[in-house]
């Protein structure tokens, strides 16, 4: 079955680098995503990586993939008071379906 | 602008009535999608719809219909026998079945549901 597991908080200091932690269980999974959702509104998509990459940068972010252990992550350098919010880790299902994980809850300290 | 559109953000109903929830794309999208999201939880799919007059039922679906009559619009319907309806509604939509690659999801801002 399908089951995508996340710590539930971090809290970080401004400036500092956030690790945001997932692992996941269907090994077929074919894309991995990072959803971002402010208070109140919906998801907004941070990024994706597909199953057979091991690592994804763009700009603050950074995605890696450990296939072997189904580990996911996201690294944000340099966090910003902009960046608290809830963090959702998905994967692919199907076609159509992704599973996703309860969340994340980033805080960012000054 | 191209996005999708829920209403509305906020909904308030009395306990054993219908309620019909908004989402409209203009993102030329073949597929859409309802999710419930629960505090403390991830999202959990409700129904789906790859294309215009076809929708599947996801993990969730007793309680709830939807209708795919026009490809930019995929209404859901709160019915009364959905025992806990208290929740916040996200409506989804991606290319479908002619994508290449990845058929990554873009989310609206949500509907707020509350029974009194």
């Known amino acids: 079955g399908e089951d995508v597991e996340q710590s539930l908080f971090l809290s970080v200091r401004e400036g500092d680098s956030s690790v945001i932690n997932c692992t996941y269980t269907d090994s077929s999974s074919t894309y991995l995503y990072w959803y971002k959702q402010e208070p109140g509104a919906g998801l907004q998509l941070l990024t994706y990586i597909f199953s057979n990459m091991d690592m994804k940068q763009d700009q603050r972010l950074t995605v890696l993939l450990n296939k072997k252990d189904k580990h996911l992550s996201l690294r944000i350098a340099d966090t910003q008071t902009g960046d608290s919010a809830i963090y959702f880790c998905?994967?692919?299902?199907?076609?159509?379906?992704?599973?996703f994980g309860a969340g994340t809850t980033v805080t960012v300290r000054a | 602008d191209g996005g999708i559109t829920q209403s509305p953000k906020y909904l308030f109903r009395k306990e054993g009535q219908n309620v019909t929830l908004s989402c409209e794309q203009n993102l030329n999208h073949d597929a859409m999608y309802w999710y419930r999201q629960d505090p403390g939880q991830g999202l959990r799919l409700i129904y789906y719809?790859?294309?215009?007059?076809?929708?599947q039922k996801g993990d969730i679906a007793e309680g709830y219909s939807v209708s795919r009559e026009k490809k930019e619009s995929f209404p859901l319907t709160v019915t009364s026998a959905q025992k806990n309806p208290t929740a916040f509604y996200l409506c989804?939509?991606?290319?479908?079945?002619?994508?290449?690659?990845?058929?990554?999801?873009?989310f609206g801002p949500g509907t707020r549901l509350t029974v009194l």
């Open positions: 989804a939509s991606s290319i479908g079945a002619t994508s290449l690659g990845t058929d990554t999801q873009y």
């Open positions: 998905a994967e692919s299902i199907d076609d159509y379906k992704l599973s």
């Open positions: 719809s790859q294309i215009v007059n076809d929708f």
